[in-house]
């Protein structure tokens, strides 16, 4: 019984977090931004949630994006430690390397806090989303 519970908290996870992400991707459309990949991953090293242009298409930023139900136990973004800003500084370099058109970009890391306050599965879901800007 408790593998099955923990099946269902990842799945719900999951989901939650990709409502999440779609909740970043709309923020940085409405401030002007370009999306240009989504959840792009390199093998065991990792994945990249968002990677946005600006307006100006001078600044390229990597966001981490986080969703919890509430900051009540701590911010969202606290879970964004020194190895997974050093992965995903990696994986940055790995995407930059791929596009070379991308090269006089500058480079911004983000953190992306959503928080969802109603219940999974209940309508009219409230998002409320912080993109925190060159959070390292």
Do not use: H
Not at 19 to 25: D, K, P, R
Not at 76 to 82: I, M, P, R
Request: aromatic letters at 10%; hydrophobic letters at 35%.
């Amino acid at each position: 019984m408790e593998k099955i519970y923990a099946a269902e908290n990842s799945t719900g996870n999951i989901a939650k977090g990709r409502i999440g992400e779609e909740a970043c991707a709309e923020e940085y459309e409405k401030r002007g931004y370009r999306i240009v990949a989504r959840n792009w991953r390199r093998g065991r090293i990792g994945e990249i949630d968002i990677v946005a242009e600006s307006p100006e298409k001078r600044i390229l930023c990597f966001c981490e994006v986080k969703t919890r139900k509430s900051s009540d136990f701590a911010r969202a973004s606290e879970a964004v430690d020194y190895k997974k800003r050093l992965r995903i500084r990696k994986l940055a370099q790995l995407f930059l390397l791929e596009r070379p058109y991308f090269s006089d970009r500058y480079v911004r890391f983000d953190i992306a806090e959503v928080y969802c306050s109603s219940e999974e599965g209940r309508e009219g879901r409230e998002l409320k989303t912080d993109i925190i800007e060159a959070a390292f």
